[in-house]
């Protein structure tokens, strides 16, 4: 396709991790699968295609963007847009047949001043201190949804914090919504579906599945070496980030002296591969970070420009313009895992993932 550089996405990859989460919350909860950040940097449409083709149930994203991918991707699946949108957006919102959030008076007020027949689900807040409602709210909201013709109410769902042990744990989260179900089911409010439990919480605590779940990070392998209670095994989607290499010298005493950084050397040969930080690479690379090149690793010499990276290829005289370079994946008998990419990025599988640019293109792969 004439790419100087891109990111391989596995599909089978992601039907597999949608096969395995399928099979440790068997058929009785639904999967939402959430498919933010442009399904975590896997391309929204085509991860929706492959998991409706899996049977997932329906999906989750923030933003309209996303939810038109899905859209194109899954048609006829329910989509539960996250808080993101408002009532301003209601005419996307009909058009691309989504469900929206309630996450206080503020925003239902706009959604039922819409007049609009709407699908929501209610969204409480049980120690994210972020979207979503008091517990103590949630019976007046869904009352002021009964009296209001246009808003059916077919769901109600928590996100659990990440705070650790910096906010409450997964444990006191859960309770709080156990105690609010309760009561709602007393007054004869329970809507029909309850969620609360995402990847963490999928692997830690199975007690936590409820009516559906909605995991993002797990269904592309981006959980790492989370291990909890329950083992699912996944793997990442990422498989690969690759450049060609644009340009080849060997240097020499007419170019000046080398740059007195790390891995220069006067009598090196150079490699110029088109890739930078404008894709997404870190803006201060680390000296002492390998890649691949036919098979051999080779290092890496900071700093990422916007649009380039330079490689070392004195020790690699067989390299050619054009060359495959790999930054993550497999050439020959060596590879370049995600978790050791993360690692010299100075972050983790997630970040890696979500932190390549939108002008990195895909190629997918089964
Ligand atoms: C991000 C998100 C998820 C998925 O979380 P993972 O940890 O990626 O599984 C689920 N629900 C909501 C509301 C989210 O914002």
């Known amino acids: 396709m004439g790419e100087t550089a891109w990111r391989e996405i596995s599909l089978s990859a992601i039907a597999s991790n949608?096969?395995?989460?399928?099979?440790?919350?068997?058929?009785?909860?639904?999967?939402?699968?959430?498919?933010?950040?442009?399904?975590?940097?896997?391309?929204?449409?085509?991860?929706?295609?492959?998991?409706?083709?899996?049977?997932?149930?329906?999906?989750?994203?923030?933003?309209?963007?996303?939810?038109?991918?899905?859209?194109?991707?899954?048609?006829?699946?329910?989509?539960?847009?996250?808080?993101?949108?408002?009532?301003?957006?209601?005419?996307?919102?009909?058009?691309?047949?989504?469900?929206?959030?309630?996450?206080?008076?503020?925003?239902?007020?706009?959604?039922?001043?819409?007049?609009?027949?709407?699908?929501?689900?209610?969204?409480?807040?049980?120690?994210?201190?972020?979207?979503?409602?008091?517990?103590?709210?949630?019976?007046?909201?869904?009352?002021?949804?009964?009296?209001?013709?246009?808003?059916?109410?077919?769901?109600?769902?928590?996100?659990?914090?990440?705070?650790?042990?910096?906010?409450?744990s997964a444990v006191e989260q859960f309770a709080r919504l156990t105690t609010l179900l309760g009561d709602l089911e007393r007054g004869g409010r329970l809507p029909e579906t309850v969620m609360i439990s995402s990847s963490d919480s999928l692997l830690s605590h199975p007690e936590m599945d409820m009516d559906a779940i909605d995991p993002g990070t797990l269904?592309?392998?981006?959980?790492?070496?989370?291990?909890?209670?329950?083992?699912?095994?996944?793997?990442?989607?990422?498989?690969?980030?690759?450049?060609r290499i644009i340009a080849i010298k060997q240097c020499g005493d007419s170019m000046g002296p080398p740059p007195a950084l790390p891995g220069y050397r006067k009598d090196m040969r150079l490699a110029v591969l088109g890739i930078g930080w404008g894709q997404g690479l870190p803006r201060h690379l680390r000296p002492g970070i390998s890649a691949l090149v036919k098979g051999k690793r080779v290092p890496i010499v900071p700093p990422a420009h916007l649009e380039h990276l330079r490689i070392d290829i004195t020790e690699l005289p067989t390299a050619e313009l054009g060359d495959e370079v790999l930054l993550l994946g497999s050439s020959g008998t060596d590879r370049v895992t995600l978790a050791e990419l993360a690692a010299a990025w100075g972050t983790d599988e997630v970040g890696v993932s979500c932190g390549l640019g939108g002008n990195l293109g895909r190629i997918y792969v089964t």
């Open 219 to 243: 269904l592309f392998g981006l959980t790492g070496s989370h291990h909890g209670r329950r083992s699912i095994s996944v793997h990442p989607a990422l498989t690969a980030i690759k450049a």
């Open 18 to 168: 949608c096969r395995a989460v399928r099979a440790a919350v068997g058929t009785g909860t639904k999967i939402f699968a959430c498919l933010k950040h442009d399904a975590y940097g896997c391309g929204a449409e085509r991860a929706a295609a492959i998991l409706m083709k899996e049977g997932v149930d329906a999906f989750g994203v923030v933003s309209l963007a996303d939810a038109a991918s899905v859209r194109r991707g899954a048609p006829g699946k329910p989509i539960l847009m996250y808080p993101g949108i408002g009532p301003w957006n209601v005419d996307l919102v009909q058009d691309l047949d989504l469900t929206i959030s309630i996450s206080g008076e503020e925003d239902l007020a706009g959604w039922v001043l819409t007049g609009r027949p709407l699908r929501a689900f209610v969204k409480v807040d049980v120690g994210l201190w972020r979207n979503g409602a008091a517990p103590s709210q949630i019976a007046r909201l869904l009352e002021i949804c009964a009296a209001h013709g246009n808003l059916v109410i077919d769901g109600l769902y928590a996100h659990l914090s990440e705070f650790g042990v910096a906010g409450s």
